[in-house]
Nanobody, 119 residues
């Protein structure tokens, strides 16, 4: 099994910065994609940023130039650096590991961390 634990969420003023962390443990071999998602109240969960294994990092248009996703070499610590935060960035942020198991892809999720951008 895979366990993901997010941290770093907080209340921040508009224009401020935060760094979210995602610690992964368990069987994290054969990763397909690692990602950050977010879900605002009364909205669907949306992709924020992703790093496909061997592929190109992708960002949602709404966060391009402000957010940076990264992962360490051991692929057990993932980060989301968020700069110039806006009220519309307020949401619960989730990390996701999409992993190959026996020829199939499985999604693993953390419990989420709350980010609130408000003055």
């Amino acid at each position: 099994q895979v366990r993901l634990v997010e941290s770093g969420g907080d209340l921040v003023q508009p224009g401020g910065s935060l760094t979210l962390s995602c610690a992964a443990s368990g069987n994290i071999r054969d990763i397909n994609v690692v990602s950050w998602y977010r879900q605002a109240p009364d909205k669907q969960r949306e992709l924020v940023a992703e790093i496909p294994t061997g592929g190109t990092t992708n960002y949602a248009n709404s966060v391009k130039g402000r957010f940076t996703i990264s992962i360490n070499n051991a692929r057990n610590l993932m980060y989301l650096q968020m700069n110039n935060l806006k009220p519309e960035d307020t949401a619960v942020y989730y990390c996701n590991f999409n992993i190959w198991r026996g020829g199939r892809l499985y999604d693993y999720w953390g419990q989420g961390t709350q980010v609130t951008v408000s003055s």
